[in-house]
Each structure stands twice: as structure tokens, then as C-alpha cells.
């Protein structure tokens, strides 16, 4: 496929336990973003890559959140000793190097935590 | 720093009826601002840019959006409405990080459209 895929599409976990939540972006796509979407709201920023350089990490709420792209494509987004708050929907999204290219976000993985 | 501000968490229109959907921005430089659409359990689709360029921009599935910097705003229309047309509407500003050289989105809290017979 041509789209950004996230999986799981969606995720069950009870508090306290870690989670890893994966994302492969458009091929050859520099740039890659997670945004966090608690329900009703809009998405908010959580880190920024460009190839496998993460530059922004501002918007990760504690850290318990860790994000990586180790080889510049995939990226893997893992959020320790879960907590009731962290529900939300995590939505990937890429583009390329230009900034004035479009972003391409993925279907998102809902987390749900118990 | 730049801000969204969408106007109307849900609104309801009847099919066939002008949809019009608003956003304010707050930004300390020219902005570019996005509209997407999001549908149930999906991610989010681009339907229009402003980038500086013509003020009236027109996107997809109908919808068209005009920046008026005197109103700071950046209001999403429709003439006529369809009920595949509801779903989730996000306002967005581009954030730019110039030390970085790159920007990030910065996403309004969404309004909901109901399109109703």
C-alpha cells in the first residue's frame, strides 16, 4: 500500500503494563510525526523525526514515552507502566523533506487502558 | 505562538444547506493553514492549504476556505451539504521551528458535523 500503516489498530492494555505501538511511513518519506488524540479533542504534537534524527521531542507528555526510527523508516512509539490517561487515539503521520509537502497521516492505534 | 481556535464544537445543517465551518488563527508571522477531515475510526485527510498564495482556496469534496488577515480567521464553506459530509473538521496552523528548520502542525480541538435529511 501506498498509506501510512499503523498497528495494532487497536490496543488493550491494563495499567501499568508497556506498550509498543509501530508505524511505517510512506517510502522514502523524511519527515514523521506522532500526534496524541484523547477523545473530542484535536491532535496534539508528541516528537518529531526527520530520517532517524529525533529534533522534537517537546510535546511527549512524562517520560514514560519513548519514540524511535532507528533506520530512518519505521518507527516505533512505546509508552511504559501504562496509565489510565494515556488512552487516546496515536495517529502517525509523514512527509517529504519539503516542508510544503503534504502530511500523510496514518489510521491511528487506539489505546485503551484498563 | 501560533494557535487555532475552532468556533462551534458540533453543528447541524440539513442536507442540501450551506455548511460553514470556523476557524480563528493567532500567529506572530504569515500562516499557512490546513483544514482536514477526519472520519469515524480513520486518520486525517487533507481537504485545503493556504500557503500564501491565492486568499480563496478551494479543496476537495466541494469545500472551499478564504484567509482574511484582517479577521484572523480561516472559515471552511460549503454551498450544499451531503450527508457523506459528516464527520470530524480539524483547523490547522503551521508551528515553525526555526532552529530546526523544519514546522509541525497545530491542530484546533475539531468540530463535529451532522448532516441531517
Not at chain 1, 488524540?37 to 529525533?54: D, I, K, R, S
Not at chain 2, 508571522?29 to 480513520?42: D, K, R, S
Amino acid at each position: 500500500g501506498a498509506g501510512v500503516s499503523q498497528s495494532p489498530r487497536y490496543k488493550v492494555a491494563k495499567r501499568g503494563q508497556d506498550v509498543a505501538l509501530r508505524c511505517d511511513p510512506i517510502s522514502g518519506h523524511v519527515s514523521l510525526f506522532w500526534y496524541q488524540q484523547a477523545l473530542g479533542q484535536g491532535p496534539e504534537f508528541l516528537t518529531y523525526f526527520q530520517n532517524e534524527a529525533q529534533l522534537d521531542k517537546s510535546g511527549l507528555p512524562s517520560d514514560r514515552f519513548f519514540a524511535e526510527r532507528p533506520e530512518g523508516s519505521v518507527s516505533t512509539l512505546k509508552i511504559q507502566r501504562t496509565q489510565q490517561e494515556d488512552s487516546a487515539v496515536y495517529l502517525c503521520a509523514s512527509r517529504l523533506r519539503t516542508e510544503n509537502s503534504p502530511l500523510h497521516f496514518g489510521n491511528g492505534t487506539r489505546l485503551t487502558v484498563t | 505562538a501560533q494557535s487555532v481556535t475552532q468556533l462551534g464544537s458540533h453543528v447541524s445543517v440539513s442536507e442540501g444547506a450551506l455548511v460553514l465551518l470556523r476557524c480563528n488563527y493567532s500567529s506572530s508571522v504569515p500562516p499557512y493553514l490546513f483544514w482536514y477531515v477526519q472520519y469515524p475510526n480513520q486518520g486525517l485527510q487533507l481537504l485545503l492549504k493556504y500557503t500564501s498564495a491565492a486568499t480563496l482556496v478551494k479543496g476537495i469534496n466541494g469545500f472551499e476556505a478564504e484567509f482574511k488577515k484582517s479577521e484572523t480567521s480561516f472559515h471552511l464553506t460549503k454551498p450544499s451539504a451531503h450527508m457523506s459530509d459528516a464527520a470530524e473538521y480539524f483547523c490547522a496552523v503551521t508551528l515553525l521551528m526555526f532552529s530546526g528548520g523544519y514546522n509541525k502542525l497545530i491542530f484546533g480541538a475539531g468540530t463535529r458535523l451532522a448532516v441531517h435529511p
